[in-house]
T-cell receptor, first 109, second 117 residues
Framework: KNEVEQSPQNLTAQEGEFITINCSYS?????LHWLQQHPGGGIVSLFM???GKKKHGRLIATINIQEKHSSLHITASHPRDSAVYIC???????????FGKGTRLHILP | DVKVTQSSRYLVKRTGEKVFLECVQD?????MFWYRQDPGLGLRLIYF???????EKGDIPEGYSVSREKKERFSLILESASTNQTSMYLC????????????????FGQGTRLTVV
């Protein structure tokens, strides 16, 4: 079983829709990251969360430490949001960073 | 404002060549990591380093070696590149807990897409 599970694996939505991507983890993570990877392959760090909620533009990330669950929301989605979204976190036990397998998001115009 | 820099975004090498992938971070981080990303498999740890001259194998170290001569630089070496090493390679760095950080924030390079022909 993967230590970090993301859902859904693939998501296609219409422009303007509210998007939610989920990340659940079964191990102790000191902080959770949301990353965005565009079709060209470059990876950008969107958020780092250790508690609560963060907002950046149309992106909102939340984390529930007790439930070991985080969500990434995109409001008023746009085709340029099409990318792979990956959650990741450094393990408490040894600092290694573990990654979810990613959610491929495709926003249709 | 770039914090983790990978030397190349795209690289094409021939089978059998020795390949160096370089990663530099400017945050004085102790921890540095190399991952590769493949379709369906996600990101897998190749090697990591907790300090200068220290290295440990990750989940898939075969065919790779690393070098950490200076704190800011972590190099991934393909001694004799093979086509099955065609992949996206990602470098990351983070502070050790106890270096003044309660929460270990990681920083990520942009990735290097290596094609071995």
């Amino acid at each position: 079983k993967n230590e970090v599970e993301q859902s859904p694996q693939n998501l296609t939505a219409q422009e303007g829709e509210f998007i939610t991507i989920n990340c659940s983890y079964s191990v102790g993570i000191s902080a959770l990251h949301w990353l965005q990877q565009h079709p060209g392959g470059g990876i950008v760090s969107l958020f780092m969360l250790s508690s609560g909620k963060k907002k950046h533009g149309r992106l909102i990330a939340t984390i529930n430490i007790q439930e070991k669950h985080s969500s990434l929301h995109i409001t008023a989605s746009h085709p340029r949001d099409s990318a792979v979204y990956i959650c990741a976190g450094p393990l408490n036990r040894d600092d290694k960073i573990i990654f979810g397998k990613g959610t491929r998001l495709h926003i249709l115009p | 404002d770039v914090k983790v820099t990978q030397s190349s975004r795209y690289l094409v090498k021939r089978t059998g060549e020795k390949v160096f992938l370089e990663c530099v971070q400017d945050m004085d981080h102790e921890n540095m990591f190399w991952y590769r990303q493949d379709p369906g498999l996600g990101l897998r740890l190749i090697y990591f380093s907790y300090d200068v001259k220290m290295k440990e194998k990750g989940d898939i170290p075969e065919g790779y070696s690393v070098s950490r001569e200076k704190k800011e630089r972590f190099s991934l070496i393909l001694e004799s590149a093979s086509t099955n090493q065609t992949s996206m390679y990602l470098c990351a760095s983070s502070l050790c807990p106890g270096q003044g950080s309660m929460n270990t924030e990681a920083f990520f390079g942009q990735g290097t897409r290596l094609t071995v022909v």
